[in-house]
């Protein structure tokens, strides 16, 4: 998909889902133009309110530009040497961010800064400080960064993006092709749109406001003056904006925003210990489900969260504390948004009927000690680093984190095990016929000398089978 995210590189090129329930109590104060005279109104009185928590956010990394196209190969390194060795540049980038509490705190998408060197952010006055990062993620795409000031600093207050409906007014205000500040103004197109970016975080806020590389990082600002969101992206095929914009929640910086103040070096998502699917129209229709959306439990972690909670494959959530679920990504969010350490309540749907479940939030334990050993020797596996399945540890890789076994964390660049095409995330299942059940049952099986392997490999939810001799 042509969606692309809002940085501006200035030297080197480096369904409508929305939920039917109506929340008319969040509703009531919101009206429409009732005259030529309110058509007319002005947004002036809002940006001058805004526009000082707006930031540019200028990023500066050092790499290496590869000019020997032999560089890094064992074989043509050891017989050729390094003739023309590679040289280093340095790549800059634009972005934009929000002041969000007033001694310094900025927030901004992560791939603005990542990999950076050098960091700054340029006032609305066109002041700049040099900024440190206090916390980024790059799966949900957001960071926190700080510069120091004496002064008390403009901000965007934090909305209850929840609140935020489809048609709701708003303003993008960022720094678009490094031209300066601009302010767009737009609607709120669509929520919960997932399958956005490509990290795993799917639940974003959709705009018409016209957002265009050099806005990731900055506000999308509701009528009341407040942040319900971070630009992220954008869906275009020539790289300028189609109307079709994608904002971060202002629920979820909210969250993000507290663990950074706690001084957390990672951000947290809470542990589920289940797998879930989209709802499709055949298995609403089987489970008596009245409209097709929700998560799909396909698979429970044996005493995870879920299982602890009575959560059952085949069920299907359709709600958190009482808010309607999309999707599963969806579901995730509002897990994610709810907090660790609180109670999330459930609403599942089974047999056309509906119960509620109380699921604690917790992170990911490591269950089983991970053991990381290197195989070495003459074996397949020579040059695998292994280690033990837990939910920490499929966290920390990118994994269900219901998945258990013996799992290849790494693989070294030109062994035995690299030339035969194992990969991480791999999930050694079994050795002529015998189950791998922890690290040391591969390394015992590694030091034989069978004459020939036959391996089933667990990759992306699929067996794999081979024969090694």
Known sequence: MPFRRLILPLFAAATLLVPLESMSALAQDKTVPQSQVEMQLSFAPLVRQARGAVVNVYAERVVQRRVNPFAGDPFFERFFGQRMPNRTEKQSSLGSGVIVEADGVVVTNNHVIDGADDIKVALADGREFPVKVLLKDDRLDLAVLKFETNEKMPTLPLANSDATEVGDLVLAIGNPFGVGQTVTSGIVSALARNQVTEGDFGFFIQTDA??????????????????????????????????????????LVRVFLDAADRGEATFERPYIGASFEPVTSDVAEALGLKTVRGALVVRIAEDGPAAKAGLKAGQVVTAVNGIPVEHPDALGYRLTTTGLGNTAQLTVAE??????????????????????????????????????LSPRLAYELRMPTEATGVVVSEVVRGSPSARLGFAPKDIVVS?????????????????SDPGFWRVEVERDGQRIRQIFR
Not at 231 to 249: H, L, R
Not at 432 to 443: R, T
């Open 431 to 447: 050795v002529n016929g015998v189950d791998i059940k922890a690290v040391d049952d591969l390394v015992t099986l590694a030091e």
């Open 210 to 251: 016209a957002i265009n590389p050099g806005n990731s990082g900055g506000a999308l600002v509701d009528m009341k003056g407040q942040l319900i969101g971070i630009n992220t992206a954008i869906f275009s095929k020539g790289g300028g904006s189609n109307g079709v914009g994608f904002a971060i929640p202002a629920n």
């Open 351 to 388: 047999n056309g009927t509906e119960q509620t479940l109380e699921l604690a939030l917790a992170v990911a334990p490591e269950t089983t000690p991970r053991d990381v050993q290197l195989i070495e020797g003459r074996s397949p596996f020579a040059g695998m680093r292994v280690a033990n």
